[in-house]
């Protein structure tokens, strides 16, 4: 062959240049996720058109028309068959983004919605697949499988879903017949009633021996919850009834803004707590006048002798059933402040002359029935704060202001009994309403019974009721009704018992706590 001419030698050199650049095109990732999020955009079909289109140029030494044949014979092997793509790649773009596919199945069906793609585009079957199978790191064989896929689809049928780490090498003892006899016994014995830990006793001491495995095995917590959930169990709250979610009625709403600017205000006065186990006590800076406030809540419950576990293991639509009677209980009521914890004098202070006169704790404990120590009551509560929560919380925080927090219970909203309530009061003189305590209107008395020397001796004493409350007050009108189907007090002039309980002394009224 003769020597190649300065001109020939520039032409070979740019060729070469050329096929680096061009490999270097196709060995540009397949970012699987990416191509998801915009299937149409234009860098995706600039690196799959660009790494296929730009095709090496022919060998300058060799002739032209040995390229033409061999591009001839490229395209006699890879004829393009008439078929509608789009609506299969629509199809394939729908189930890729569904988003609920294995990682390897979503491999897969990506990369051949992509080649998919580039075949519509009258691309050569066997250089896309190739280029594709490169961009993922993968062979031959990978490219071979996407020209079958194509045709699997192309007939209704879906690619084949990859069975890697499908293939079970070890066996599990459950798939023993006699384990799972001995675990179903157990479990069926003991049904609403083990722990994770009681069923990892049983499986070590009883089942293990059993197969002859007398060395120191157990099986893991993780393991004993697969076990459990393949023998029919599952862990569940131990409940009945319907729970009804309140927290955005707008009375509810409006309660809340206005408690939570008042704990606000008092927030700037408590002092704060640092460390990892918040022992480190910092108090605020207090002003001359100021002094420091410390929260004290306030819970109670009661513990019956049949109240059992209220959750656990339990089969599929199986809940527990409970016996009728609860049995005996006893009621807890007791305060905690973030200070010392339980409300309750410290050890120095049991054995010294503070202990005389106020007790050691503020807990109360009861047997609520009535044969025994009667029903706990907002009166009890009352009795429970001024005798033991407030006297020991001067002793343990001298000088400082209990901010006491009460839980919304409905007895702990309860009035006493001698409360302006219109709701608790009569039309009429009389009858069953409470004696309620003599009131201050325009800036005088307001009696709210008759006096025992009324001229009329079938009043003397006797509740006055609303009708002469408002007579009085110059607030009845004719044809006034004592009582409205209204529930909400928007119209406060609608009956009797809205104008009253609208007044500024019947609105001031607090609970007993």
Known sequence: MPP????????????????????????VPLDVNNNLDDDNSDNEEFIWGDSLQSHPPSDPDKPDNQSDNQNSDDQNSECKEHFNYEQLIKSLENEVKSGNLDSGYKLRLTALLQYLRLINHEEPKIKTSLSIAQQLNKGPYFARCLREWEKLVKNGETIPISKREKHCKIKSLLDDEDVQMQIATYLHENKFEFYVADFVDYVKNVVFPS???????????????????????????????????????????????????????????????????LEIQINPNLQENEHLHILVTHDETTFHSNDGRQSGWASHGEQPLRKKGRERSIHVSDFLCETIGRLQLSEEQKLSEVANN?????????????????WWNVELLVQQVVDRAIPIFEATHPGAVAVFAFDNFTSHGAFSSDALIASHMNVGPGGKQPKMRNTIFNGNVQFMNFPDNHPEESLRGKQKGMKQILYERQLLTPGLKGFCKNKETIDNQCCMQHILENQPDFLAQKCMI
């Open 358 to 374: 106020i007790p050691y704790e503020a807990r109360v404990i009861m047997n609520p029935e009535t044969n025994y120590d009667g």
């Open 4 to 27: 190649l001419s300065k001109r020939g030698k520039q032409i070979k050199s740019l060729a070469k240049n050329k096929q680096e650049k061009n490999k270097n095109k196709l060995l």
């Open 211 to 277: 197969l002859g495995i007398e060395q120191e095995t157990t099986i893991s917590t993780r393991m004993t919850r697969n076990w459990l959930n393949k023998m029919g169990f599952e862990f569940k709250q131990f409940k009945k009834g319907v729970y009804v979610d309140g927290h955005e009625r707008p009375d509810v709403i409006a309660y809340r803004s206005k408690f939570l600017e008042q704990m606000a205000s008092y927030e700037k006065l408590m002092p704060k707590f640092e460390d990892d186990n």
